[in-house]
């Protein structure tokens, strides 16, 4: 135990702003906490001369780096900056310098994860990252730690806030994506460039990370399959809701099945009863399936200012209180033998097929569909409209995903069919 | 770190051979996660000849205590005997003995908090109660670790999952207080005597664990408004959620309210679209709001044998992990200054009253009422029984629990009122 702990801040933009606002604000909590001084001894960005918004003093301000990574009294090093470089050459040089880390930056965990705790553990430093993923949610400790009894069978999330926002708007409100996606832009709930969030890339690097964490198992990237949400029509939506009693949702998923772990990101069916189907707007929630304990779900802001800087400085006061702690991410000896490739899964799905309303067309898919061993659960054409173009919605019993492939490219080849056919996977608990 | 760790259970009743379970099932995973063996090295019982449905070693069954209070290999010892005697002697004495301890006691430690935690700090051991409140959710670390950083500013919770259960079914299918409590009893989701569940003293006991941790005060039960849930009619559900679009739970809360600290337990009316009002069935679900978080919510199976031991198996890894972790509950310089009483509390309710359905009836009401200081924000009669016994559904804007009850006190007292006028507070976020 030290009479003081120094911590050194790497990035002072909206996330490293919350963290000095923390500080500010809740100091004399924190220190009781952990039975000691703590200080925010040196914040390192290129840019000191900006207005933040929040109290700071000047000395503290720094545009070199070797002021955090040099000086032998910081303990702790935040970094906040994101991204892959300068951030991962400053973990590391940290690490090399006796320091722990936190991070919120799940971009360079999720691709350089066994480096950065390679060189964690061979420093004798924790790496903490509970920010990463959720946000302000205490997620990553609870599913690390207080389940670590437990085998986890199933994790299924919520975690990017800004597709869900563009979900939930379009459910609630009955608007097509775009008019929501450009909403969310001018509330600054979506980038300009909205790329990352709508078609799963972020999502995926969170789940690489809640991988590790309950299966033991790392998953490059370009490994598993990773979809968005800018195919989804408002008529998917209301046909979803109104007629199934299902909501929509960009779910990331990891879960073993027969031995192997499917890893998948991608808009998914659930019943409006599963809790999850009430995460709405810009939280999150992870529902997660343990061996002994059943299912459990977390549940708040998965981004923004304070909420993640509650997770940020939550790190700091753990190492606090326990700097000696080994870095043991996930289970050690995993269960699991192999990734299974998404063409292998099993699952009911959601159709919407574009076609020319004429006699014959729907003999024409059930048709292809047979020959493919997929059986219908239900067929829907809601508008006649003889000659012209009509949605025709159709569930799936369960079938292989490399069958629905084969067939809906064929559909897709059919003249009467004008528009590539939209599947959407269904999950059931 | 030590090469092996050795338990010491006692109690070997459902959720003791849930923990044998767990450790039949899981130990090559609990003890990769700690890096070091693990023995369950004795279970202490009056019983030790019932046949559990789990397989136990004969030679660990002993029905001596001191086999393990006075055993100097063993260095954790579950209690899981539950009640106050001799659950707090062997615990107290286990401590003496210098084991750390796990416990799902929670009626114990409601009362004996301050007792048990100074002879856990004397003894420099470890105190340990997750399964205590929320059964299986990672609940109390979270609360009490990963949101360290936070002033937590308002608790409310789902606490008990038999409660939970009634007011579910009655919400789902229809069916009266009555019919669904028997029913909840046939399926031993209820006690046969459930006064303790219904009531609302399981939830007290758990609010106080909760508060201890969220504002760093321990509130004796006595001290508190504690309220069941049976007096809720079908006819409340009813035109709760289909005029109101509320749900009707049994929360547990604890918040600041003016720097004052409110502890209330009673059925509560919530938005239907808040999350916790789909918190249903036997599951219990907690939401927390802190000053830089902002809102979380942890969810899980609040009880049960599996559930359970993942909670006390999760509590002896910790400990195994960190045996000298001091004991720090809640904020130590807590912003609370007094506990607010029930009477001086401010908010909207909710009223059901029986009247003869007479002209003028409504008058008399509303005019005392008034002299009160409340003001109604709707008055719902939906039946028309000239000169009988109809019930009159009022919704208050905010007014002073104080005031209410010496209205209702005045009304109750009317020819006209033919049945003790019900009240139930209405939360808003």
């Given at each position: 135990?030290?009479?003081?702990?120094?911590?050194?801040?790497?990035?002072?933009?909206?996330?490293?702003?919350?963290?000095?606002?923390?500080?500010?604000?809740?100091?004399?909590?924190?220190?009781?906490?952990?039975?000691?001084?703590?200080?925010l001894?040196?914040?390192?960005?290129?840019?000191?001369?900006?207005?933040?918004?929040?109290?700071?003093?000047?000395?503290?301000?720094s545009?070199?780096?070797?002021?955090?990574?040099?000086?032998?009294?910081?303990?702790?090093?935040?970094?906040?900056?994101?991204?892959?470089?300068?951030?991962?050459?400053?973990?590391?040089?940290?690490?090399?310098?006796?320091?722990?880390?936190?991070?919120?930056?799940?971009a360079l965990?999720?691709?350089?994860?066994?480096?950065?705790?390679?060189?964690a553990?061979?420093?004798?430093?924790?790496?903490?990252?509970?920010?990463?993923?959720?946000?302000?949610?205490?997620?990553?400790?609870?599913?690390?730690?207080?389940?670590?009894?437990?085998h986890?069978?199933?994790?299924?999330g919520?975690?990017?806030?800004?597709?869900?926002?563009?979900?939930?708007k379009?459910?609630?409100?009955?608007?097509?994506?775009?008019?929501?996606?450009?909403e969310?832009?001018?509330?600054?709930?979506?980038?300009?460039d909205?790329?990352?969030?709508?078609?799963?890339?972020?999502?995926?690097?969170?789940?690489?990370?809640?991988?590790?964490?309950?299966f033991?198992?790392?998953?490059?990237?370009?490994?598993?399959?990773?979809?968005g949400?800018?195919?989804?029509?408002?008529?998917?939506?209301?046909?979803?809701?109104?007629?199934?009693?299902?909501?929509?949702?960009?779910?990331?998923?990891?879960?073993?099945?027969?031995?192997?772990?499917?890893?998948?990101?991608?808009?998914?069916?659930?019943?409006?009863?599963?809790?999850?189907?009430?995460?709405?707007?810009?939280?999150?929630?992870?529902?997660?399936?343990?061996?002994?304990?059943?299912?459990?779900?977390?549940?708040g802001?998965?981004?923004?200012?304070?909420?993640?800087?509650?997770?940020?400085?939550?790190?700091?006061?753990?190492?606090?209180?326990?700097?000696?702690?080994?870095?043991?991410?996930?289970?050690?000896?995993?269960?699991?033998?192999?990734?299974?490739?998404?063409?292998?899964?099993?699952?009911?799905?959601?159709?919407?097929?574009t076609?020319?309303?004429?006699?014959?067309?729907?003999?024409?898919?059930?048709?292809?569909?047979?020959?493919?061993?997929?059986?219908?659960?239900?067929?829907?054409?809601?508008?006649?409209?003889?000659?012209?173009e009509?949605?025709?919605?159709?569930?799936?019993h369960?079938?292989?995903?490399?069958?629905?492939?084969?067939?809906?490219?064929?559909?897709?080849?059919?003249?009467?069919?004008?528009?590539?056919?939209?599947?959407?996977?269904?999950?059931?608990?």
């Amino acid at each position: 135990m030290k009479d003081i702990y120094n911590v050194g801040l790497i990035g002072f933009g909206t996330i490293g702003a919350g963290v000095v606002e923390t500080f500010n604000r809740n100091l004399n909590l924190m220190e009781q906490k952990v039975g000691a001084k703590i200080k925010l001894k040196r914040i390192v960005d290129l840019d000191i001369e900006t207005d933040r918004g929040v109290a700071v003093d000047k000395n503290v301000l720094s545009t070199d780096i070797n002021d955090i990574l040099e000086d032998p009294e910081i303990d702790i090093v935040i970094e906040l900056i994101g991204g892959y470089e300068p951030a991962k050459t400053f973990i590391l040089k940290a690490m090399g310098h006796g320091k722990h880390v936190v991070t919120a930056n799940k971009a360079l965990l999720a691709k350089h994860w066994e480096e950065i705790l390679k060189t964690a553990n061979d420093n004798n430093v924790r790496i903490c990252f509970e920010a990463s993923v959720g946000g302000g949610i205490p997620l990553l400790e609870p599913l690390n730690e207080r389940l670590a009894a437990n085998h986890i069978k199933s994790i299924y999330g919520i975690i990017n806030g800004t597709a869900n926002y563009i979900l939930t708007k379009m459910t609630e409100e009955g608007l097509d994506f775009d008019e929501v996606l450009k909403e969310a832009q001018d509330k600054g709930y979506a980038e300009q460039d909205p790329t990352f969030d709508i078609e799963g890339h972020d999502t995926a690097q969170k789940l690489i990370i809640l991988t590790i964490l309950g299966f033991g198992t790392y998953v490059e990237q370009d490994k598993f399959h990773v979809e968005g949400i800018s195919k989804i029509k408002q008529e998917d939506i209301e046909f979803i809701k109104n007629e199934l009693g299902y909501s929509i949702k960009l779910l990331a998923i990891s879960r073993i099945e027969d031995g192997k772990l499917e890893v998948r990101v991608h808009p998914t069916l659930i019943s409006s009863d599963h809790l999850i189907a009430s995460v709405n707007g810009v939280f999150n929630g992870v529902y997660l399936i343990g061996d002994i304990v059943g299912p459990v779900m977390m549940y708040g802001p998965g981004a923004g200012m304070m909420p993640t800087a509650s997770a940020v400085v939550g790190d700091c006061l753990d190492i606090m209180e326990n700097m000696e702690r080994p870095n043991i991410y996930g289970p050690k000896d995993t269960e699991v033998r192999e990734i299974k490739n998404i063409e292998d899964i099993c699952s009911k799905y959601y159709m919407r097929l574009t076609v020319l309303d004429k006699p014959g067309v729907l003999h024409a898919i059930s048709g292809i569909l047979s020959r493919y061993d997929i059986s219908l659960e239900s067929v829907n054409q809601r508008r006649k409209n003889e000659g012209r173009e009509v949605p025709i919605f159709l569930i799936t019993h369960e079938a292989l995903e490399k069958n629905i492939r084969s067939a809906v490219k064929e559909i897709d080849e059919l003249d009467l069919v004008k528009e590539a056919t939209l599947f959407i996977r269904v999950l059931e608990d």
